[in-house]
């Protein structure tokens, strides 16, 4: 079964998708995944969708939206970050947006002066590490290799950081079947009342919320997407 997920090799994304195939390819956006998936070119896709720091991931959520793919599974990996770097003089930390959001306070209090800079994933941070004595990277342990040593351990500003990601299959994978399910939709219009009217049946029914988050159409100002997940099967009536 081959897969897509965020590379180059080594990142959290790589980690997690390891848990369903060893076919792994990579590519450096989550819309590039959603869109391998949504063609059929590959059978699974992995992206990350929120992380309990940070919440969630803007950029996969606006792919979901744009295309029509199945969600098959949910993959809850913890984060456990370290910063590795050639020597322990460097002038600049980098690493995945999220990663080097999700260590703020350490890298303020330990590292004030070093710069941050952000790169499409923790893995290609540290090839940067690798290749400049002036960078450090945030990333897993065991990308560190024998070129760079590993500073600190559990810099994450959270012990309980951990992000969840979703596998994508085609859309005519798509399950009625299991305890949890995830909507998107677009109401195009706007009046008072209106979540109200979306979410009122839910409570109704007893049906558990689990997120509820809107993101900006892209049609016009003020207009929304909502991305909501609920603790029931669609084969429920």
Same mark, same amino acid.
């Given at each position: 079964?081959?897969?897509?997920?965020?590379? #180059?090799?080594?990142?959290?994304? *790589?980690?997690?998708?390891?848990?369903?195939?060893?076919?792994?390819?990579?590519?450096?956006?989550?819309?590039?995944?959603?869109?391998?998936?949504?063609?059929?070119?590959?059978?699974? %896709?992995?992206?990350?969708?929120?992380?309990?720091?940070?919440?969630?991931?803007?950029?996969?959520?606006?792919?979901?939206?744009?295309?029509?793919?199945?969600?098959?599974?949910?993959?809850?990996?913890?984060? &456990?970050?370290?910063?590795?770097? !050639?020597?322990?003089?460097?002038?600049?930390?980098?690493? *995945?947006? !999220?990663?080097?959001?999700?260590?703020? &306070?350490?890298? /303020?209090?330990?590292?004030?002066? /070093? &710069?941050?800079?952000?790169?499409?994933?923790?893995?290609?941070?540290?090839?940067?590490?690798?290749?400049?004595?002036?960078?450090?990277?945030? %990333? *897993? #342990?065991?990308?560190?290799?024998?070129?760079? !040593?590993?500073?600190?351990?559990?810099?994450?500003?959270?012990?309980?950081?951990?992000?969840?990601?979703?596998?994508?299959?085609?859309?005519?994978?798509?399950?009625?079947?299991? %305890? &949890?399910?995830?909507?998107?939709?677009?109401?195009?219009?706007?009046?008072? %009342?209106?979540?109200?009217?979306?979410?009122? #049946?839910?409570?109704?029914?007893?049906?558990?919320?689990?997120?509820?988050?809107?993101?900006?159409?892209?049609?016009?100002?003020?207009?929304?997407?909502? *991305?909501?997940?609920?603790?029931?099967?669609?084969?429920?009536?």
């Amino acid at each position: 079964m081959r897969a897509l997920t965020l590379g #180059p090799e080594g990142t959290y994304s *790589h980690r997690a998708t390891k848990s369903i195939t060893d076919d792994i390819e990579f590519v450096e956006s989550m819309t590039a995944i959603v869109e391998g998936v949504a063609s059929g070119e590959y059978e699974r %896709g992995v992206v990350p969708i929120e992380n309990s720091i940070e919440g969630s991931v803007s950029e996969s959520l606006d792919a979901l939206a744009d295309r029509n793919v199945a969600i098959v599974r949910e993959i809850v990996t913890p984060i &456990k970050h370290a910063l590795m770097a !050639q020597n322990a003089e460097f002038e600049i930390v980098t690493s *995945h947006p !999220q990663a080097l959001a999700q260590c703020r &306070k350490f890298l /303020a209090e330990e590292y004030p002066s /070093a &710069k941050t800079e952000a790169v499409a994933s923790t893995a290609r941070g540290v090839e940067r590490a690798r290749e400049d004595p002036t960078v450090a990277a945030i %990333g *897993h #342990p065991d990308t560190a290799s024998d070129v760079l !040593q590993v500073l600190a351990r559990d810099i994450q500003d959270n012990n309980s950081n951990a992000t969840r990601f979703v596998v994508l299959a085609p859309e005519t994978e798509r399950s009625d079947a299991g %305890g &949890k399910s995830t909507v998107i939709i677009y109401p195009n219009t706007n009046f008072p %009342g209106l979540l109200l009217e979306m979410l009122e #049946p839910f409570a109704e029914r007893d049906i558990n919320l689990s997120r509820v988050e809107s993101r900006p159409s892209g049609e016009r100002l003020g207009d929304y997407v909502f *991305h909501i997940d609920f603790a029931a099967g669609l084969y429920e009536d």
